[in-house]
């Protein structure tokens, strides 16, 4: 018998069809066609416009903090992010190895390097514990900073990410950072609509980013947006991403070295129809994933659910194999019918540009990198 058939047959008939299942696609039910027709008739297409401005107000709404700036994409976000939370060249941050590359990629383009640290097992986000351990081994306070005492570099900033939009333990998390005084920059690139007791990831470290490609919950079709409670911030992160120009009905001035990483008009005209939507997509999503546990108790397999205390969007879903080999048969059995399955990422130390990084053991990382694998998570129409 072909391995893995019925759960083939399941997903085929969870979405209604024998065609290519893909992993994750947009949907567009809403205004989108209005609101985007709406930019061309008025002609703001571009840098400026009233959807940029919609788009904020609604995504500080939605994560609950005090200023949301919309850039271009996430990673243009992560980048200002970490500049605006205090990361110079020749720094160092701490963030997971387990992750997208855009993590670390937002880290290096700021001339930082990015130390690599375990995740947990049970969040597959970054370690409170990991980052704990590293800090009583290395770190050295001087002043109100943190220091590496191997290399003598400034630990300015930790990134943890919000795996697949599961929360990593935030309060755990956030407790080691202020006791080092390390401010914390979520990458909630994947974490939208995802809670940690009652608070909207995000919004609980000094910053938090998310994404707006096409991959994501919702779309912009490329997009991002920067969110944080410290309304100083949140203006000097406008000025830095829209050229740091000064205000001024005619004249060019520009006070610093900014860069245009702002989210054209047309584009936030998208993201406003699909926020609309998000509260069904959500719930969509969430029968698809109490489907899903319910059929995979019947093969054995691991269905990865949200843990206590956390409320997940399951942008993604994932199941958990038993090992290298039975995750291969999966991946193949799953694609050779169409059926689009992929496995995690693969540990940013494998890559050539983050080879010399340090890292730390990566027990839970290099677990996982072995055995997750995503499974078709679209909303459902
Ligand atoms: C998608 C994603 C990003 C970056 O988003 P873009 O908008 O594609 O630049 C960053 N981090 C993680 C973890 C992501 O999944």
Redesign the pocket.
């Known amino acids: 018998m072909m391995p893995f058939k019925e759960t083939v047959q399941f997903i085929q008939d969870t979405f209604k069809t024998k065609d290519f299942i893909p992993i994750h696609a947009p949907v567009f039910m809403g205004n989108e066609r209005k609101y985007v027709m709406d930019t061309l008739e008025s002609t703001f297409v571009s840098s400026v416009g009233a959807y940029v401005d919609l788009s904020e107000r609604m995504m500080a709404g939605i994560s609950q903090t005090k200023k949301a700036v919309a850039v271009v994409?996430?990673?243009?976000?992560?980048q200002i992010a970490l500049q605006l939370a205090g990361v110079q060249r020749g720094d160092e941050v701490i963030t997971q190895a387990l992750?997208?590359?855009?993590?670390a990629n937002?880290i290096q383009h700021n001339g930082a390097e990015p130390v690599f640290l375990d995740v947990d097992y049970d969040t597959m986000g970054l370690s409170p514990k990991s980052v704990s351990d590293f800090l009583e081994e290395f770190g050295e306070r001087r002043e109100s900073s943190t220091y590496n005492k191997r290399t003598g570099k400034k630990i300015s900033a930790c990134v943890p990410?919000?795996?697949f939009g599961f929360p990593v333990h935030l309060d755990e998390l956030l407790k080691v950072c202020n006791l080092w005084n390390i401010p914390v920059v979520e990458?909630a690139?994947?974490s939208l609509g995802s809670y940690y007791r009652e608070k909207h990831t995000g919004g609980l470290g000094k910053l938090g980013?998310f994404?707006?490609?096409g991959?994501?919950i919702v779309t912009s079709g490329?997009?991002?947006m920067i969110v944080t409670n410290d309304p100083e911030i949140g203006i000097a992160g406008k000025h830095l991403t829209t050229t740091a120009k000064v205000a001024h009905s005619y004249e060019f001035y520009h006070d610093r070295l900014g860069y245009n990483f702002r989210m054209p008009n047309l584009n936030a005209a998208l993201i406003c129809a699909q926020l609309e939507q998000l509260d069904g997509f959500l719930e969509n999503k969430r029968q698809l994933a109490d489907a899903y546990s319910e059929f995979f108790k019947t093969q054995g397999i691991t269905f990865r659910k949200e843990l206590e205390n956390t409320r997940a969007n399951y942008w993604l879903m994932c199941v958990e194999l038993k090992n290298l080999e039975e995750r291969g048969a999966f991946l193949k059995a799953t694609n050779d019918s169409k059926t689009m399955t992929r496995p995690i990422w693969q540990l940013m130390y494998r890559l050539p540009m983050y080879r010399h990084c340090f890292r730390d053991g990566q027990k839970n990382a290099e677990y996982l990198e072995e055995r997750i694998v995503n499974i078709p998570s679209s909303v459902r129409i």
């Open positions: 994409n996430g990673t243009a976000g992560l992750t997208f590359v855009a993590t937002a990410m919000h795996t990458d690139a994947e980013v994404s707006f490609n991959n994501k490329g997009g991002g």
